[in-house]
């Protein structure tokens, strides 16, 4: 299991150098997160390569894999989080479109060039990284938010009114690391206590749904498990949003783009793999979304407010709690997918 050292944005940006601008025609479809992707980032590609780029959103990587696996989908690109790379891998969902050939990928930090999920970059180019908490309304609640008490046994001015993302591995992970289990753990005994305090839990949320930044910033939600961009942006919209690194354990988590074994794009979504490991693109990408990237150089280009941000800064004392969970044993994918079908009911 890794633990995260320290979660700035300078720790792991430096010089480097823009992208080439070789043309192209046609289009592009991109299968992403909600919310997710820079509509200024988009355009500027479409103006550059005469490209005409589509994004369709998802809001889970279940619902993506899912969605890819039926296939007749249509899309070129897709986002998924480290954790599920390998899962796309397997099922031979992915090419190797021969990244580390791309003229960008110097660019990419030397933390993110060999990674776990997916060794030596075959299939994928980071998109963005972060992690997993709870955002909470401090106007409603002054206790602690560091822990996820918050949503697995709720305060009562809280009670009926925190929202939980529907993201199952986030989720379940977080309630291992609440009773003191491991993520992807095949311990039936500590995957039952997580399900049982899931279960506890359920009664006092008011809903499971995506989409947080806007819901958190006008107050409709006064808490949630979240991601810390989406955080990020609803502080900015509301003072009063605060972030939270429950000291039981988080999720550090990495998503990075993929072109699609199926892809009826493939050289637009090459030019688009190398365009984003460009740093003022990069830089572009977590400007909007608000969560690092993994481009050297970018921090050039970023928004200076990322640079202190306590969503991007961890407290020194809940560094070592952040952990970047594996890909799950399908043995302990099932006991997951158990979890989250009972919790759905």
Not at 61 to 86: R, W, Y
Not at 176 to 201: F, H, N, Q, W
């Amino acid at each position: 299991m890794k633990k995260l050292g320290m979660l700035t944005i300078a720790s792991f940006l430096g010089a480097g150098l823009a992208a080439g601008s070789a043309q192209a025609a046609g289009e592009l479809n991109i299968y992403n997160w909600g919310n997710y992707t820079n509509p200024d980032l988009i355009k500027k590609f479409e103006e550059t390569y005469d490209v005409k780029v589509t994004i369709t959103d998802y809001d889970s990587n279940t619902t993506a894999l899912t969605k890819i696996e039926a296939g007749g989908h249509g899309f070129d690109i897709v986002v998924p989080t480290h954790s599920f790379m390998q899962i796309f891998v397997e099922k031979g969902l992915l090419m190797e479109p021969g990244i580390p050939e791309m003229e960008n990928f110097k660019h990419v930090s030397e933390t993110w060039k060999n990674v776990d999920w997916d060794p030596g970059r075959r299939y994928s180019v980071p998109w963005q990284w972060g992690t997993t908490g709870v955002a909470v309304n401090t106007a409603i609640y002054g206790g602690d938010i560091n822990t996820s008490a918050i949503w697995l046994d709720p305060p009562a001015e809280l009670v009926g009114k925190v929202n939980v993302v529907p993201e199952m591995q986030d989720v379940v992970n977080l309630a291992l690391m609440y009773v003191g289990g491991e993520p992807c753990t095949t311990d039936k005994a500590k995957l039952k206590e997580a399900r049982d305090v899931l279960m506890a839990a359920k009664p006092k949320w008011m809903s499971m749904d995506y989409g947080m930044t806007e819901k958190l910033s006008s107050g409709d939600v006064p808490a949630s498990v979240n991601w810390n961009g989406s955080t990020f942006r609803a502080r900015n919209n509301n003072p009063d949003v605060a972030y939270g690194y429950p000291k039981e354990g988080y999720p550090v988590w990495m998503d990075s783009a993929a072109i699609l074994a199926d892809a009826q794009n493939v050289d637009n979504a090459k030019l688009f793999l190398n365009f984003i490991m460009a740093p003022e693109n990069a830089a572009m990408i977590s400007a909007f979304a608000r969560y690092a990237n993994g481009i050297d150089g970018s921090d050039a280009f970023m928004p200076e407010d990322m640079k202190t941000a306590p969503e991007i800064v961890v407290p020194a004392e809940l560094v070592a709690a952040g952990k970047f969970s594996p890909a799950c044993s399908d043995e302990a994918q099932a006991f997951y997918t158990a979890i989250w079908t009972e919790l759905q009911k």
